[in-house]
């Protein structure tokens, strides 16, 4: 296996742009473009199937309600900027939140999605209820 320091120094600039900063061995939270570019479609698309998902609901809001749907929605979406340092926490957030905001089913399901991909089997809440 290639040392990361080896790695590094073997990377081109363009490929650098291109990589996630995982894949480049790289010691901190620095993201790589590539990074900041999947984050940024990722809260656009939470957001999005927000959106769509309170807009079929709306007339079934009423003032306080609907502040209230689209408060816990942003939190929701926010959340999501943690997902990759913790992703079963932030799942957890989103999903209860997702439970009670209209709003927040978009970031709920992008959280689960990015749960299952950086997670081991072991470690996602409901993997035990199905070994029983």
Do not use: C, Y
Not at 16 to 33: A, K, Y
Not at 35 to 41: G, H, M, N, R, S
């Amino acid at each position: 296996m290639i040392d990361p320091v080896e790695q590094q120094s073997s990377v081109s600039r363009w490929q650098r742009l291109v990589l996630p900063s995982s894949m480049l061995g790289e010691t901190g939270s620095r993201r790589s473009v590539r990074d900041w570019v999947v984050d940024v479609a990722m809260f656009a698309l939470a957001l999005g199937i927000g959106t769509i998902v309170l807009g079929e609901t709306w007339s079934n809001h009423h003032g306080v309600e609907a502040a209230i749907d689209i408060v816990l929605g942003v939190l929701a979406a926010v959340s999501l900027w943690w997902r990759r340092k913790h992703p079963v926490g932030v799942a957890v957030f989103a999903g209860v939140l997702s439970l009670i905001s209209a709003l927040a089913n978009g970031a709920g399901a992008v959280a689960f999605f990015n749960a299952a991909l950086r997670t081991r089997a072991e470690r996602l809440p409901h993997s035990s209820a199905w070994r029983s």
